[in-house]
Structure formats: C-alpha cells, structure tokens
C-alpha cells in the first residue's frame, strides 16, 4: 500500500465476494481465480446459502463478516446490490467493485443512478457496473473472471471487458505481463480519468494503455491523460475509427464515438501515442518496459542477410525514421572488423557467416552514430545463434540507446532468443515490427522534447 | 511425376550430393535434411574422401555414380562446380541445384555466364547459384538446408534464400505448411519466370507467393504472373518501396529495384495481390487454401463482444469493404432467435451469454444476405467454447462462403480452434487480421471478374 486512497482496490488485506457460490457462477469464479492466482490476504464469499466454497467459510451476508474488509466485490443480480453496498456501508468499507451488468448500457440509467447515489452516501468508490473486474498481478490479487495476467509493467485500463479478456489471453500466450488490469465498465464512478492518475503514480506501472470506444468528459480525460504522458508513456487503442465501427460503438456503449480525426488531434496534444490493436500494443508496450529512449529519429538496421533488412528500412522509412547510410568515418571504421562481403550501408549486412565478434562490432560502431538500432539475425537450423545474441547483448549494454532485434524464428532461435529476454532485450517476430516500435518510441522523446511547456496550453 | 520437364527438381527418385560431407558444412546438412525428412528414394553423396555419410556411401565423382541420377545438388568451391556439371552432363543429368555463392551477387559475372554455358552444353536445367534450395514437402524433398516445411498449399517463391529461411522458420512455428519451396538465387537460368508457369500446374499449389526485391525481364514476369493468377491466386511481397529499402535492395542483389508506384500498377494490371511481408502473407495462403471466394463485398461480423466487434468493422471499411447494417427483414428473422439483449446491428454483437445455438442462427442468417462473415468469440476462461466453434461449423458448412473466425485467444479457445482447423475453418489472432484477409479475397474476385478479358491487353 502507498497510501493512496484507492490502493484499497489494488492491495486490499481482505476481500468480500457478494455473489453467487454455485461453479460456473461468476461469483464463484472470482474466487476461483484469487484462490488459484494465489491471493495471499483474507477471502471472504457472502451468500445467504451458508456453507463453504473451495475451502472459504461462506458469511450469509456483508454485516456478519469479521474483521475489517478493505473491497466487496459485488456479482449479485440488481434487487440485492443496493441493499449489499448499504452493509457495506455499514461495515466501513470503501471500496466496491459491481460486476454485475443490465444498468446504462442497456438504457436503465435510473438504476445506475441510484447505486452512485447510494455509494456516494457511504463514501464508498465504484468501479463499474458492467465491468470484467480488476487484476493486480504484484498482488496476487485477481478479483477477475478473466484469465490471469502476468506480473509486469504495462497497466490496462479498459472500457471493454471483453476486449480485455482477449487481451489478457493474448497475452499469456505471448507471456507478457501486466501491472495492472482494471475493467471500468460504465465507469458510474471511477473510469479512466481517475485511474490515470492513479496509475500515473503506481511504482510497477511503466506505460498505461487505454483502450476506449469513446469519452464522456473529453476535457478532463484528455487533461488526466496529458499529465499521466509527463510521468509515463500513455498509448491508446481508440476503436470506432471508422463509420462502422463508430456505429458499432455507439450501439455499444452510452457514449458517441467521436470523429476519428478529432481523436487523433487531441490525442496528439495529449501526448497519447496511438496504436491500433493489441497486437501493437503489446510491441510497443514490451519495449516501452525495457528499452532506453532514442534521443532521435537516426536508425541503423544490422542483418545478416538481405530480404528481411530490406523490408524493415522500408517500414522505417515509411514511418518516419531516418535510415540514412553511415558516415565514410564510421564505414571505415567498420571495414577491418566485418567479412570482406559485408555491405556497409543501412542496412548494414553482415552476411550469413557471421556471428559473435562481427554483430558485437557491427552494433557498438553504429550506436556511436545512430539513435537507435534494429538487429536482424534470419538463423539456419544447423548455426547456434547464443553466440549472435551475446555479442548483441555484449554491445547494446554498452551504451543507453534502443536496440531491439528480430531472431527470425522459432524453434531454432529459441535458445538465443532466451538470453536476450534475460537481458531484457526485445525480441520481436519481424524487423518491420521493431520499425514500427521504434517509431513510436521517437513519438514518445518529441513528447516529452516538448513538455512541460506544451501542458501549459 | 506429371511428366513436366522441370519434375526433375521436384519429384526426383535419385538425387546426388557434390559438396563436404563433413557435419556443419552445407553438403553434409542438405543430406541431413533429406534423411531426416525421411526421403524414399536414393540419395548419392559426392566427395573424393568417399567412405560413409549418415549411412550412405560417398561416391568419390559423379561419373562413379551408380543408376540414373535425376537430380544433382552442388555446394561445391567454384573450381570444381564446373566439372561436376560436365560429369553430370555425360551421366543424363538434366537438373542441377547450385547452392554455392559468389557469383553475379558479388560482381562475378563471368563465372556465372561460364556456369550457364556449360550448363547449356548438356542441356542441364539450373536452379541458382547463390540459393537456399528447394523443397517439396509432399514429396519428403529437402534439399536445402533451411527448416523443414509442413505439407501445405502455398508455393513460395523467393530471391532471397534468408528471407526463404525465416519465412519456412515461421511458418514452422505456426503450423503453416508449404506445397513447393524455390529459393532461385541468382536466377543465372530457371526463375521466377518459369517457375510461375511450372506452379500454375502443380496439383498441390493452391497460392502462388512471390518475394521479391527487383526484376530483371520485367514484361515477361508480368505475363507469367498473369497467366498464372488466371489459375490460382498469385501473392507478392515486394521487398525496396522506399527509398532506404530500394537502395539496400540493389546493393544486396544485381537489379535495380524499381519505383514502388510502378510495381503496383504492373501488380494490379497482372492480377497481383500484394501483402507486405510474411505475417499477412500466412494469413492470406491460409485462407486461399481453405476458403471459397466471396462473390461481392459485403462482410458481416459476428461477435459475443462489442470491443473487438468494432475493431475488426473499423479495419474492414479502412480496407473498402462493405459493413453495411442487415436489412430490416433480416433484423426480424434473427429477432425471435437471439437473446433480447443482442444487438441487430453489423457486427450483430450475440452478447456473452450465447452459445451454439445463438452462434449458428445467426451465422446462416447473415449468410443469406452477406458475402462473406467474419465470426468473434471473446471466450472467458471458464465457459467451453467448443459448443460456439460447433455452431460456426455447422452454419459455415451450408452455404459456400467464406467464414473467417477470431476465438480469442490462446489456451482458453484451444480445443475449439482445433475443431476449426478440422473443419477448415481458418481462425487468426484478431478480427482485424480477418478483415484484411477477406479484404484481399475480394480483389481476388475483383480479378477473376475482369479476366480473361484483361489479359488480352
């Protein structure tokens, strides 16, 4: 806990699960999950039934729990939610989350109202209703029915459940992790505004993610997010680009998806960097985690062989970056340590024969020059590429500049690819997706270039 | 055998090996993959060391080969790759498989023509030099040192061997198979060109895919491509769109990459369809392999999520495709057959409590009224989603449409993607990468529209 007056969402000591006990319930499932994720603080499920629940004594209801209770976490159907947060109330807790759904996002706003009103009264802060719950994986905590996510540095703030539950299942695939995950619902109370900044100050958090169909206080929204951007980088995934899918979201949710291209503008002001889906997300959000910043827009791409080199200058120099060749200094310099067949431009190709010493010297000569680098390794089945990844390793720890690399693939890079996760070097599937990472870390330093007198605006 | 000159290569029932035989080097690893890939027929190692490689006896030159040789594969130092050819021209051998490098890629123009002639002389057909090899999966035919390919669909056709590699390395990763696999090097003889056409007739081929970084008979590549695309489908990665990757693409091979505006002229004109490397590429063949063509471009989307329903209308309409909203009379067919809270809208959003039967009633609804369905599952980690593929099936299975699936994601959808997969039903990460594959299949229509006419011009 840091003190902060939401904390007792995300490191609560104990916990309430009004809902039902029944497996394939979703209040049982929320136990399931904090059971098997490990949860290491109280658990306590609330159900007139009595009884036990996976080894949890049951409490027939929220005034008969003992001790002090820090979040309720609330599945139950509509007539006994105001009735459950009065207990609540009652008992001093402050913290609920209402997974429960059927209130404005499917035009009964009157009932939405009324849990704001009744939780105002109490103190109480809400997350949701219609919501898919909250992880923190630091915590062990996962009062969720998705899938678990993995400790790690990229918060998730999402107006879609659903969509974050793919994510979080596209993500464990990928074992990527996250700091956070909060499903806000219809965001009645605390939605993405608050939890910018909440996340903004949150130690484990090293990027926030939105992912939003469309805001309601845009004002307020784009000011939280502008202020989170000076702390940390905050990426966007803003679906309802398009007429159909701004149809989609309008029937989707209470709010109306705005014009893209006012999105885009503001997100610009705001600092937000845009992605389209997940996938992307995930990209820049593993380098975000572990890269040093490019002071610039200069890149180097370092291959041993052709196609895969060309293909990632192309994607870089179509997103902006500059590919620009070497210096006749810094080709000289090369000359001595590479294969007779090496090409000394940009893309620098090393060629097939080369492993260790040559990537080691390739790399750290172009870091003196550029601002970043992309390191492209397309391995044979029968060449040990350990040796390629520790001379990347060797000369990427050398100075704090980004270099990411593509072990073109599989199986037969698996090895190599192991020792540069452990040096936290992002590996990623092609070298066009390290482009496309790359610029947006360079979004990210013109932002913070321009900060804090941009935020006086 | 189809009894096609070029069955040599692809089919043959004895291939020799003129190279090292010594473990690591490239001789001895294209005979490891032939072995480990289980060929049936004879393989022949070549070296004056002779004794024994693997199991086989090394013949100490070609002339001492015992039977008929279809096939010779050389990886040989230049000053006996000559010879070879001569022995193997007076043994009957009318293929040859030149692996060895340093030919017209470094400026040895001249030791490539005499390569050709004496090729010539005997009237041997060449694959290279400068190349990876070849494969024929369905054949169990690997001479080329790269990771062995799955049976498949997809010919690929590469000038760059590594590109070749790491596509067959991701592919592997994936379950992708491959009918043919030519890394053509140099094309000092036999390549794209020919290869097109020999394509065009292989049994197994259902997609075509060209990677390339420039052309050298320009006209009469685009006459084989369209000749061909009137056959199957024809997919091309062109590799130097942009000013870094053209400059990196001439300095990596003998021809001048052309301006990238002229290449998608002369695509569209030769019924080219172009994806921009080897991600939306396997997405695409998958696709080919499995799906019937739309007739028209309309695409309905069928989700249980509104979040990534959006994303995937968002993508489909930025592609050109139709996402039009279902006409009132179909909105009444699927009222009575849904849950009250479904939205009737495109995409039709099930909501998450529907299962088969909702799945299937408005899968074959929609597809009465769209050209094509691209089906959403945002699965929960508890609730089976097998029920949902079942119903997909099902609906997909009664009319000849194509019907693309995203089951989101990973562990959680694994039995019921493997159900889609038996089914044939292609399902990919995101309803976003649907949406560009069907947005490809619709040009594909586009182009079977408008020939044979077009290729009289």
């Known amino acids: 806990m840091t003190g902060h007056p939401l904390d007792s969402f995300f490191a609560p000591l104990a916990v309430a699960f009004a809902g039902s006990v029944k497996p394939g319930k979703i209040g049982f499932e929320l136990i399931r999950n ?22 949890y ?16 976490v ?7 939610i105001l009735d459950s947060l009065d207990q609540a109330g009652a008992r001093g807790i402050k913290a609920a989350v209402v997974i429960s759904s059927g209130f404005s996002e499917v035009g009964n706003d009157q009932a939405e109202k009324t849990l704001v009103e009744t939780a105002r009264r109490w103190g109480i802060r809400l997350i949701g209703p219609n919501c898919a719950g909250l992880m ?14 993995l400790p790690g540095y990229t918060a998730l703030l999402t107006q879609s459940g659903a969509l974050g539950g793919a994510a ?12 956070k995950f909060i499903s806000y619902g219809n965001r ?12 903004a100050d949150d130690p484990q958090t090293r990027a926030i993610v939105v992912y939003m169909e469309g805001v309601d206080r845009g004002r307020e929204f784009l000011r939280a997010a502008k202020s989170a951007s000076l702390r940390k980088p905050v990426v966007a995934i803003k679906a309802g680009r398009t007429r159909a899918g701004t149809r989609a979201a309008s029937s989707h949710t209470g709010t109306m998806a705005g ?3 006012v999105y885009n503008a503001a997100f610009r002001k705001a600092g937000i960097l845009r992605v389209e889906g997940v996938e992307e997300m995930f990209d820049l959000c593993q380098a975000i985690s572990h890269c040093p910043l490019p002071e610039g827009n200069k890149v180097a791409i370092v291959t041993n062989s052709g196609g895969p080199g060309i293909l990632a200058a192309d994607k870089a120099e179509s997103l902006g970056l500059n590919v620009n060749e070497p210096s006749p200094s810094l080709v000289e310099s090369l000359k001595p340590r590479l294969s007779p067949h090496a090409s000394l431009k940009n893309p620098v190709d090393l060629t097939v024969e080369s492993g260790y010493e040559e990537y080691a010297a390739a790399l750290e000569a172009v870091l003196s020059e550029y601002d970043a680098a992309i390191v492209i390794n397309v391995a044979t089945p029968y060449l040990d590429s350990t040796g390629i990844a520790r001379g990347v390793i060797e000369a990427a720890g050398r100075r704090r500049k980004p270099v990411l690399t593509s072990f073109m693939a599989g199986r037969i890079v698996k090895d190599a690819v192991g020792l540069l996760d452990e040096a936290q070097i992002v590996n990623l599937a092609t070298g066009e997706r390290c482009a496309f990472v790359l610029s947006k870390l360079t979004e990210r330093t013109k932002i913070l270039e321009r900060s804090p007198f941009a935020l006086l605006d």
Do not use: T
Not at 74 to 80: K, R, T
Not at 168 to 179: D, I, K, P
């Open 34 to 55: 904090m059971k098997e994720g490990n949860y290491e603080g109280e658990i306590y499920p609330i159900n007139p039934a009595g009884g036990d629940v996976l080894g």
């Open 57 to 72: 004594r049951v409490y027939p209801s929220v005034s008969a729990l003992p001790g002090k209770i820090d979040l309720i």
């Open 74 to 80: 609330i599945s139950l159907p509509h007539q006994a």
């Open 136 to 149: 923190n994986p630091w915590a062990r905590h996962f009062p969720s029915i998705e899938v678990r996510a």
């Open 168 to 179: 979080l299942a596209l993500a464990e695939e990928r074992g990527f992790g996250f700091s």
């Open 188 to 199: 009645c109370d605390l939605g993405d505004i608050e939890l910018l900044a909440y996340l």
């Open 259 to 261: 014009v893209d291209e």
